[in-house]
Every structure is written in C-alpha cells, then in structure tokens.
C-alpha cells in the first residue's frame, strides 16, 4: 500500500465560525486571519495505491461553482487542483477504482462531479465505484436549516443517483476499517488505515487541524459539539494507545500529526508529511 497526499487546493472560511466558542484573541495567534476574519485551509484529499486499486478519500470543492461562490472562500479555481494532483502522482481520473466521501459538505466532495462542454453534471472518476454512507446520504438529501448552505444540489443529486454508488452499511471490500462519527454531521465516515506496520486515522471534520487538538475547540458548523468533544476524547485516547497518525483533512501546512498527553491535557507530539511517518 502507498499513501499519498494531494492538496486540491487552498481556501478561507470564517476564523470565528472554525473554533467555535474560542476567542480570537486566542485561536488568531496560530491561524491568522484576513480582512475578512477568514483563515487559510487546505481541501486534503488522500490517495491509497494498492496492486489493483487506486482509492481516492474525498475530492476537495471542485471547480463547477461560479466566481461570487468561489469568491466567498477566496479560493483560485485554476489552482493545483484535484486532477493536476493526480497527474504528479502518474495517474488520470480514469485510473480511480474507488472514490469515498467522509461526508457530502462541499468542501468534501466538490471534485467528485464536473461539469462536461455541454455543462452537464457527470462524474469526475468514469470508472470508480462511490462510496458513501447511506445514512449520510439520506441526511444530506434532506438538510437541515444549519448545514444546508453546506449541502449542494449539483454535487449531492449527481452522486446520488450514480449507477457506482454503494453505501459502506451494506458491506464493502475496501482495504480499510470504517469509523462512523456523528458530531460534526450524520454519519461522517473515517477511515483507519494499517499501512506498513502504521496505523492512520483520516480525519477529515473530526481533527480538521493540528490547531483544533484541544478539547474546547470545535468548530460552529458542528450540529453537536459536545458529541464531537466526545469523539475527539475516544479516538485521542485510542490514537494515544495504539499510536496512530491523524492525517488532517484542512491543515495548510501539516497532512498528518500525532498526539501526547500533558497534564490532562492532550498537544500536538510531531507534525508533518505524511512521508515522514510512514
């Protein structure tokens, strides 16, 4: 198994609304914001290469939105991309056997549908099986008032009636285990990885980055914060027990990080490449 990182691009979204309850006075010293209060993150996709199949873990924001939409997270279109980094990696959209999505938030999922020169929604990977939650996908399809500016039309519908679609519940051959956590949304999925004697948890919205370790700090856009802080606590002391690397699903400057414990309270121990862990 080979694990690598592709960043599909840089984005802003509201420093307040990413640490929830945490002043800025405390949160700015480690993640500073533009004019507009909004703080620099990454759209990390995980690509997993075993001898027959090349697994895609989320797909970033894509680029079908229009300029106002991308405008409100200040994020470049034309930037390096989903695609542009799979082609540094030897690999086109048509060699993706399989695409799992964490959840259906946009900026989880955006690249797994384009637009063609007809300006119709197809799917981005032609020959990959999709895999999703199918109670997630039930959730998404019927958003609530909170998350629903987070739940587009043009990439859930797509996705949705996917002849490829299969739902994770009903069984799969995936060469991961499957955790499901439901603080941040119904039924977000992570995988755990063993690779080479490692073992990895994509974290995707449960640890979006190594700023978000301390307890407290959990994001607005959680429909339940205090069941993401106990999700945080479960899998921090699994990670503790079993060393696992968190790799990050937003952290602009660190793919992976691992934890310790101080005085009760648990910090970041390494950060980095995914390359240096494993």
């Known amino acids: 198994m080979k ?13 307040g609304s990413m ?29 997993i290469q075993t001898d027959d199949r090349n697994i895609i873990i989320d797909t970033g924001l894509g680029n079908k939105q229009n300029e106002k939409f991308f405008g409100h997270y200040n994020w470049d279109k034309n930037s390096l991309g989903l695609e542009k980094g799979l082609w540094n990696n030897g690999l086109t959209p048509n060699d ?27 799917p981005t990977f032609p020959n990959a099986t999709y895999w999703l939650s199918k109670k997630h996908l039930e959730w998404a399809l019927n958003p609530n008032d909170k998350e629903k500016g987070s739940f587009l039309k043009e990439n859930i519908s797509p996705i949705s009636t996917l002849d490829s679609l299969k739902f994770v ?48 700090y959990v994001m607005s856009y959680d429909i339940n914060p205090l069941l993401t802080i106990e999700e945080k606590k479960k899998w921090f002391e699994t990670a503790l027990i079993e060393e696992c690397i968190f790799i990050l699903g937003h952290d602009p400057y660190s793919e992976c990080c691992t934890l310790r414990i101080e005085n ?6 390494d950060a980095g490449k995914i390359k240096d862990f494993i």
Request: proline share 6%.
């Open 169 to 216: 519940e009903e069984g799969h051959d995936l060469p991961f285990e499957i955790i499901t956590v439901n603080g941040h949304t119904e039924s977000q999925i992570l995988p755990l990885i063993n690779c080479n004697g490692h073992k990895l948890i994509f974290a995707a919205d449960l640890l979006p980055t190594t700023s978000h370790i301390p307890m407290p």
């Open 3 to 15: 694990l690598n990182i592709i960043n599909a691009g840089h984005f802003r979204l509201d420093g």
């Open 264 to 269: 009760g309270k648990y910090k970041m121990n």
């Open 96 to 122: 993706i056997t399989d695409v799992f999505h964490t959840h259906l938030h946009f900026d989880h999922c955006g690249g797994a549908i384009k637009r063609d020169e007809n300006d119709s929604l197809i």
């Open 19 to 47: 640490f929830g309850i945490v002043p800025k006075s405390i949160w700015g010293k480690a993640c500073p914001s533009d004019i507009d209060n909004r703080i620099e993150l990454a759209a990390n996709c995980l690509l």
